[in-house]
């Protein structure tokens, strides 16, 4: 039997684990599900051992859907959402629930981050284009004033992959793809910023040892082992950031290749060479998951609109999927396959949440422009989907003018699997899209993580050669670039010329 990869995917409301082989083939896949806890406005938090008896169940059902010998897994790996932060004692014992990364609770000391330090700084030291809420800058500074008695006790400042490595290792270690958004990370120097831990009140001792993505770290603690039924011999290594692990996972390892996820948010990723900057600030810098690359990232609403569409408007549809067993929005998706690229004139502004880079507005909201006696529900059903081609086609613009060229697309996540979709995007980005085999990226690559670390492959593109495989590519179809082309410039001036009305309070 070939040597098995373990990872797991550290995500907002589930945690997933997956077991490969070499070639990338899934053996099996777990998903547990957690609630988020809301106790107040603006607070989004998870208790920490919530994330850990998940991670247990989810081994429990891998073993029950795939018989292995313990000794066949050789490497576990990790992919994790970012900004999740975790408050530790000088037991190593969490003293409050996690505070996730959706938390909004920070918005003063945001400001005040800010007023100190001004978003010029925090961009060109950390490459995020403002300070934000979410960041964990924000909510440290948030801790120490609000709960000063636990600031003072916790030991450790720790995000979920940094959590997970010690609960398993006993190390205390972080890398660069989650630390950037941190906002108390330097991402050129690769090391801590010291005026900022200064103005926080935190020591360097505080924090994790800095290592790299794809780093194996050690073996899991034996008792930790007999804990989860696990080898002891398996080595744990460092991951990524979900979005870093997913372009790995779909082989979005090169500069020129641009990898678009459409979940509920619709995320992009760029790897670049070096540090690229957006003049305009707009457009983030992380670190990526291969050591001394880079990636241009950012997200906005997605998919979330086309469930907002189908949960409003399509009862009839979901009441025929149930009955027939489909999925719902196969049946929508047959819909906007019968009206014509362009949808008729009609166009979408899908900023149902706001709008994020290159196009940062979060007063935006969604607009359906153009429609008449002649539209029908399917027309709004494929303007839906074209806008987010749209979207698409304006970060491939915002990266040109960063002299970022975009070769080919590879896509991922629940829009992928729609072929209409697919060649939407090809057709209105004007570049071909390819498709994976395997659905769960970001499990997928941090097992390319995982396998490079330990040993299993000579380098990262020997493993994405070996385990993330091509599905299908999609061409654009010339035939259809002039009416996108027209949409596309509808798109941008609607977006522009609508900002004054998006700052009215009566859309608010």
């Keep these: 039997m070939s040597e098995l990869i373990l990872s797991v995917d550290l995500g907002t409301t589930a945690l997933k684990i997956a077991l490969f082989n070499q070639s990338g083939e899934l053996k099996a896949l777990s998903a547990q599900e957690y609630a988020l806890l809301t106790p107040a406005t603006s607070f989004v938090e998870v208790n920490a051992n919530t994330y850990w008896e998940s991670f247990k169940k989810g081994l429990l059902e891998i073993k029950h859907k795939y018989n292995y010998a313990p000794g066949a897994v050789t490497a ?25 990364w959706m938390d909004n609770r920070a918005q003063e000391e945001a400001a005040q981050l800010t007023a100190e330090f001004t978003d010029e700084e925090c961009y060109r030291v950390t490459g995020q284009v403002s300070f934000d809420p979410c960041w964990p800058a924000a909510k440290i500074l948030w801790i120490k004033k609000h709960e000063p008695e636990l600031f003072a006790q916790t030991a450790r400042f720790m995000l979920i992959e940094d959590y997970f490595i010690h609960r398993l290792t006993g190390q205390f270690v972080s890398e660069g793809s989650l630390l950037c958004s941190t906002t108390y990370w330097n991402i050129t120097t690769k090391a801590w910023w010291r005026e900022m831990l200064g103005y926080l009140g935190i020591s360097e001792e505080r924090l994790p040892e800095i290592k790299e993505p794809g780093q194996a770290i050690g073996p899991i603690l034996p008792a930790v082992a007999a ?73 906005t609403t997605g998919g979330m609109a086309l469930r907002w569409f189908r949960d409003k408007f399509c009862d009839l ?7 027939m067993g489909e999925d719902a929005y196969g049946l929508l998706t047959k819909e906007a396959a019968n009206v014509a690229p362009g949808s ?37 059903i494929r303007a839906l989907m074209e806008s987010l081609g749209y979207i ?50 970001a499990c997928l690559g941090a097992a390319i993580l995982a396998g490079k670390a330990t040993g299993l492959f000579s380098d990262i593109k020997t493993a994405c050669n070996r385990m993330a495989l091509i599905e299908e590519r999609f061409y654009p179809n010339t035939a259809n670039a002039e009416v996108y082309g027209s949409g596309y410039e509808i798109y941008k001036k609607l977006f522009f010329d609508l900002t004054g009305l998006f700052e009215s309070s009566f859309v608010q």
Excluded at 317 to 323: H, K
Aim: hydrophobic share 40%.
């Design 392 to 441: 698409v086609r304006r970060n491939i613009d915002a990266l040109s003018g960063m002299g970022i060229e975009v070769q080919e697309i590879r896509s991922l996540g629940g829009g992928s699997r729609s072929k209409l979709w697919n060649q939407i995007k090809a057709d209105i980005t004007g570049k071909q899209l390819v498709t994976l085999k395997c659905e769960e990226a």
């Design 227 to 299: 804990e989860l039924g696990l080898s002891k011999e398996i080595v744990v290594c460092t991951g990524a950031l979900d979005q870093a692990a997913g372009a790995i996972g779909v082989g979005n390892i090169a500069e020129g290749i641009f990898s678009e996820n459409i979940g509920a948010a619709l995320a992009i990723c760029a790897p670049v060479n070096k540090p690229v900057y957006d003049p305009n600030r707009s457009m983030p810098l992380h670190y990526f998951a291969i050591p001394d690359m880079y990636m241009m990232h950012t997200f």
């Design 76 to 100: 576990l790996g990790l992919s994790a959402q970012g900004e999740t932060l975790f408050f530790l004692d000088k037991n190593n014992s969490p003293l409050r629930n996690a505070i996730v």
């Design 317 to 323: 549809e979901i009441s025929a999927a149930n009955l």
């Design 344 to 380: 008729e004139g009609l166009v979408m502004l899908p900023h149902l949440s706001g709008s994020m880079a290159p196009d940062v507005n979060s007063k935006a909201r969604g607009v359906y422009f153009g429609f008449t006696l002649k539209h029908q529900k399917q027309h709004f």
